[in-house]
């Protein structure tokens, strides 16, 4: 049975960006009480990391921007860098904030080089958009991009990092564009129809590294099966074939039909599909080390603190059947912070876990974007595009 490490620190709840702003520490805070009130976490230590120090923020930010974050909450206006707007809000303590979330994945990456454990979970972490010099999309510090950098050098030269957000994983493929050492998979939303407008099947690497990024563009409304088709038409055939040392996923939960600031269509049993194929997948493909991390999610009550309740159990080997209530006591906790939320009364929504393989002679909306994806990146590794056997 592997050992699985859990990183998690309520200091993490610091990483605040107002109480208007979607991106609320809540959604973490209500999924560890759910899943501590389940008894997913029972005997499993939990973690606490320290902030990256400037040196690891440096693998992925400019000293100009790192130095901008510091000073960002007594610098008034104009900060510049991307902070200061109505997604990147300035807030007290920033930059300490946002190095713990960088720790915190940190922490995870140090559990599985040291063998302190084969997997790993922080759900802090996965701010997937922050770019070298500029905030973007709610996030600070690239916590993702650090720990792939941090990998890189503790000897590992084939990581592949896979992002099942809503949206593409933009700055964690910008970081590792030529370099054929990391593969980057991004399933999302089509970047014609949501932020940040990037994630393009054509975006296949630059030079050697042609075919390490992998995008996957799904079409607005796009549900389980489709998610799931499409997401098994391509990523086991790249994984397979790249053979990582390592899997890290990001696990965004805002492809749920209820999240407000996007349009897919999963349910919690979707992502609690998604979860195990991935923990399949570190098995079968990656020695069976996986880093998982958090990301987006903007249905604070119903969505985020379920999905990443299985999200912790699948990485503990501690499934949560879907039919399992939420337990009265954390229904209560809920309501002392949102009285009127309409809580969710079970682990599922009812939604099929099950989908139709592409190839099957089907037109399913999403055979588009698995074409286009399989026709990009396929012939990098020697796999054919059109044999639905590859
Ligand atoms: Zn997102």
Redesign the pocket.
């Known amino acids: 049975m592997p050992s699985s490490a859990v990183v998690w620190d309520p200091a993490l709840l610091a990483y605040d960006l107002g109480d208007d702003h979607p991106f609320n520490p809540v959604r973490l805070d209500l999924t560890v009480r759910l899943a501590t009130a389940l008894g997913v976490l029972d005997d499993v230590p939990l973690l606490a990391p320290d902030p990256a120090g400037e040196t690891e923020l440096l693998r992925a930010h400019t000293p100009e921007y790192i130095e901008a974050v510091r000073r960002a909450p007594m610098a008034g206006h104009d900060v510049g860098h991307g902070l200061g707007t109505p997604d990147n809000p300035v807030f007290v303590d920033m930059h300490d904030a946002s190095a713990l979330v960088v720790g915190s994945t940190l922490l995870g990456a140090r559990c599985l080089v040291e063998g302190r454990a084969t997997r790993a979970v922080g759900i802090a972490g996965g701010l997937h958009h922050a770019m070298p010099g500029h905030a973007s999309?709610f996030c600070v510090y690239n916590d993702c991009a650090v720990a792939v950098s941090w990998l890189l050098d503790q000897g590992f030269d084939r990581i592949a990092y896979v992002d099942t957000?809503?949206?593409h994983g933009d700055g964690v493929q910008a970081a590792f564009y030529d370099d054929p050492r990391v593969l980057t998979v991004s399933l999302h939303q089509h970047p014609f129809t949501l932020f940040p407008g990037t994630g393009y099947a054509a975006e296949t690497g630059a030079g050697e590294a042609d075919g390490t990024a992998v995008n996957v563009a799904l079409p607005p409304g796009t549900g389980d099966a489709g998610w799931l088709r499409a997401f098994h038409a391509v990523v086991p055939s790249v994984l397979e074939r790249f053979r990582p040392q390592i899997l890290i996923t990001q696990c965004?939960v805002?492809s749920h039909a209820e999240d407000p600031?996007?349009d897919l269509s999963l349910s919690v049993d979707g992502h609690r599909r998604i979860y195990r194929t991935l923990r399949e997948l570190a098995d079968t493909h990656a020695d069976g080390r996986w880093l998982a991390v958090g990301?987006?999610g903007y249905q604070l009550i119903r969505v985020v603190p379920r999905s990443w309740t299985h999200l912790l159990a699948t990485v503990l080997d501690r499934d949560v059947a879907p039919s399992t209530p939420v337990p009265a006591t954390w229904a209560e906790q809920v309501r002392e912070k949102a009285p009127n939320a309409a809580l969710p009364g079970t682990m599922t929504d009812g939604g099929a876990d099950s989908f139709s393989p592409w190839g099957d002679g089907d037109d399913d909306p999403v055979d588009v974007a698995v074409r286009e994806t399989r026709r990009a990146v396929f012939p990098s590794y020697g796999l054919d595009p059109d044999d639905p056997r590859d």
Do not use: C, K, Y
Request: aromatic fraction near 0%; avoid cysteine.
């Open positions: 999309g957000d809503v949206h965004g805002d600031l996007a990301g987006g």
